[in-house]
């Protein structure tokens, strides 16, 4: 799996690589021309998360996931443009822009019913490492009156992470607002069960690369399985990502795992798509 295989990559855009292609310079002119059009051609889309503890297995939330929709270079990935626009400096708009809309969004339906649907952010080392990212999404909680223990901000583990104490600092001045925060693609990169304990975590998101063979490679089921264990012996929550199959399902099932996300339950959609299915 081509996406799995490239998963180590570095947080920030190797210019050496890019710095000569026509591309690069095609997709920065769009990208600077879209933060400036009011972000009309990027739309947050959310994938349902499934909570398998509870009986019926009920949604309990989703997680906003950016699409850019470049009107001169069609479809663009967010593994495509999210390093770019880290790289450009566009990433802290493009990030409050995102994080804005997804509270809005499930405000909204908080109000309509679902007092207990959660949003998931993804939040970039970068973002995070601004000097006024707690006042940012203090900002954005007030503005949008998301009760905060319904927002999980999602971080990576990165080579940012080098510098533990700073990012334990920020972590835990974050979660004082009420926030949560989950670890995602846990597994890949620079993870180290060190981040578990020293890292104040709500949520493990295990990543889909150890999902797609699970049930055929040992590794795998093991791995999953000691996550479960650990994160349950220290009261963290684990979400699986990239659950396609019921036999993925199946296996998942029996245990210590409450969240599940992946394309058998539901892909990103729009938010109207979310909300005709799951208000
Ligand atoms: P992520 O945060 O780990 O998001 C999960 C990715 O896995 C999403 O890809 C989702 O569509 C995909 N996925 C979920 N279930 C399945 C499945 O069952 N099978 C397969 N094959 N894929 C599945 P997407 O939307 O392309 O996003 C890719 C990455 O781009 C995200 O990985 C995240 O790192 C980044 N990203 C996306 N949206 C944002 C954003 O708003 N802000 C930031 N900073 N990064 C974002
Ligand atoms: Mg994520
Ligand atoms: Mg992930
Ligand atoms: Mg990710």
Redesign the pocket.
């Known amino acids: 799996d081509a996406?799995c295989a490239g998963k180590n990559r570095v947080a920030y855009y190797d210019e050496n690589v890019i710095s000569t292609s026509f591309k690069r310079l095609d997709l920065e002119k769009n990208m600077r021309n879209a933060t400036r059009n009011a972000f009309d051609e990027f739309e947050?889309?959310y994938?349902p998360i499934t909570d398998i503890s509870k009986p019926g297995m009920p949604c309990s939330g989703a997680?906003?996931?950016?699409r850019w929709n470049s009107r001169e270079l069609g479809v663009i990935?967010?593994?495509e443009f999210?390093p770019l626009a880290e790289y450009l400096g566009l990433?802290n708009p493009i990030?409050s822009f995102?994080l804005r809309e997804a509270c809005m969004r499930c405000k909204y339906w908080n109000d309509m019913g679902h007092p207990d649907y959660k949003v998931n952010?993804?939040?970039?080392v970068v973002?995070l490492l601004q000097n006024d990212i707690v006042e940012q999404i203090a900002e954005v909680i007030s503005e949008t009156g998301i009760d905060p223990k319904n927002l999980t901000l999602?971080v990576?583990e990165s080579l940012a992470i080098n510098d533990m104490n700073r990012m334990k600092k920020i972590l835990a001045d974050i979660k004082k607002l009420g926030v949560r925060v989950a670890l995602?693609?846990f597994g890949t990169g620079y993870s180290s069960l060190n981040h578990i304990r020293e890292m104040p975590i709500d949520v493990i998101?295990i990543?889909?690369c150890f999902i797609i063979d699970i049930g055929k490679d040992d590794f795998s089921n093991a791995f999953v399985k000691m996550v479960a264990e650990l994160a349950s012996a220290i009261d963290v929550n684990v979400c699986v990502?990239?659950?396609?199959t019921k036999e993925q399902l199946d296996i998942l099932m029996g245990s210590k795992i409450q969240l599940i996300?992946?394309?058998?339950f539901g892909?990103?959609m729009t938010a109207r798509e979310f909300e005709e299915k799951y208000l």
Request: cysteine-free; overall charge negative; hydrophobic content about 30%.
């Open positions: 996406k947050v889309y994938q997680e906003a996931l950016i990935s967010p593994t999210i990433i990030g995102i952010v993804n939040l970039s973002q999602e990576t995602d693609d998101k990543d889909r990502e990239g659950v396609e996300q992946g394309f058998y892909r990103p």
